[in-house]
């Protein structure tokens, strides 16, 4: 079973529940970024399939007959 953080840092749960309250932004700022991190690398994995594709039409073009 996991410690709380509180237990094993010597910080009062009074400490921690201070830190959240005051903090609280930080919080949401992680969330907000988090979402952004997932987004972006939806975006990238859709990209890069793109770009796999684009690429395979290349080479298929190139093996077409004709004015080679």
């Given at each position: 079973m996991p410690v709380p953080i509180y237990v094993e840092s010597s910080l009062s749960l009074a400490d921690?529940?201070?830190?959240?309250?005051r903090h609280d932004g930080l919080f949401y700022a992680r969330a907000f970024l988090a979402a952004r991190l997932k987004a972006l690398a939806d975006e990238n994995a859709k990209l890069k399939r793109l770009l796999a594709d684009t690429m395979l039409d290349n080479v298929v073009l190139k093996d077409l007959p004709g004015d080679n």
């Open positions: 921690i529940s201070g830190m959240l309250h």
